[in-house]
């Protein structure tokens, strides 16, 4: 079984991530920042993976430490438990439009971190969340699951389509890099012998 729990506390955040790679896209989301609640539902489901979040931070200044934090935590509890990604398809790439908005995102489990993020938001705030954010909290995933990240918005006028096609691309990309590779089960797909 695929699974992991990660707890990580700082003195601005306590953020727990409990999560099941294998699942059915079962979310339990108490990140004290309800928008993000909404793009991580949209990462477990599309990406079937059995979630659950429970964040407390320093929300009376602002989201960007728990929103950060979430992603390293989430980003460490996909690492733990992919272990050394044997067997895995270690590529994953979806494309994914909303109304007048289509996303992409491509991962490599590669494990060299790095992140190309490429959304030309139309505003700089979705209800209470600073779309900022989105950017930070992929940053923590790739610099902590140790992955190659590559995510565009190809075209989209309205902000909240903009950022839900990008989660749920993420999740679905997710899914195809970290499905076992039925032709190759106990291999590391690298040249090298090791991700």
Known sequence: MRSAEVTR??????????LEVDGSGKAQ????????????????RHGLIDLEVNASGDLHIDA???????????????????GDKRGICRYGHSYVPLDEA??????????????????PFTRAVIGQFDVDL?????????NHALVTLHIDNLRG??????CETVFKAFGRALRMALQ????????????????
């Open 9 to 18: 506390k700082t003195a601005e955040t306590e953020i727990r991530v409990r």
């Open 157 to 162: 006028s309205n902000a909240h389509h903009q």
């Open 64 to 82: 960007h430490h728990t929103v950060e934090d979430i992603g390293i935590t989430f980003g460490q509890a996909i690492a733990q438990a992919v």
């Open 134 to 142: 989105a950017h930070e909290f992929f940053q923590g995933f790739a």
């Open 102 to 119: 289509l996303s992409r995102v491509v991962v490599d489990f590669s494990g060299r971190p790095g992140l190309e993020f490429h959304v």
């Open 29 to 44: 989301l108490a990140s004290g920042v309800p928008f993000l609640d909404h793009m991580l539902d949209q990462v477990a």
């Open 180 to 195: 076992q590779d039925a032709r190759s089960p106990l291999a590391v797909p690298s040249t090298k012998g090791v991700l």
